[in-house]
């Protein structure tokens, strides 16, 4: 999973990658599904706030995001998924903990910069960034992995 945040007051640039634990989140989704996509990429999406909390505090906030299960999630404040839901409803409350106000947009697989750290492929990373921004600062920061996300869920 991947993160890159553009942050215009300071022409900055940060990015955070990291690998989720499968073990745990495994523990905690549902073990029917073909797929964990839509649930990766909102756990990054949620992710990117717990990694860089300071900078989004108090900012209004664009957010791009390639899956559109995960961004119609997002967009709603709901899904009839219990996992996605409880992704979301720790999104906006840490949001609201943060006052950010967050605009989601879709973006392309391939037009998603967020998707190259997660790769591994640095070096295409800056060389898009350098063709961008001038000048601009690149800040590797630690991924941190909302615990609430991954808790159990209560079953009623």
């Known amino acids: 999973m991947g993160v890159v945040v553009y942050d215009p007051e300071d022409d900055t640039v940060r990015y955070a990658l990291g690998k989720p634990d499968w073990a745990v989140l495994l523990a905690q989704w ?25 900078l989004f505090a108090g900012r209004s906030v664009n957010h791009f995001i390639d899956n559109t299960v995960a961004l119609s999630a997002f967009v709603h404040g709901y899904s009839g998924k219990p996992d996605l839901a409880k992704m979301v409803n720790a999104f906006y409350l840490q949001c609201a903990g943060l006052r950010a106000s967050v605009y989601f947009d879709y973006v392309p697989s391939k037009a998603n910069i967020a998707d190259l750290p997660s790769r591994n492929k640095f070096d295409i990373l ?31």
């Open 30 to 54: 549902p073990r029917d599904r073909k797929t964990y996509i839509a649930q990766l990429e909102a756990l990054a999406a949620l992710s990117a706030y717990f990694t860089y909390p300071a």
């Open 126 to 156: 800056i060389n898009e960034l350098d063709a961008i921004f001038f000048p601009f600062l690149l800040d590797e920061g630690f991924w941190a992995i909302p615990p609430q996300a991954l808790l159990p869920t209560a079953h009623v």
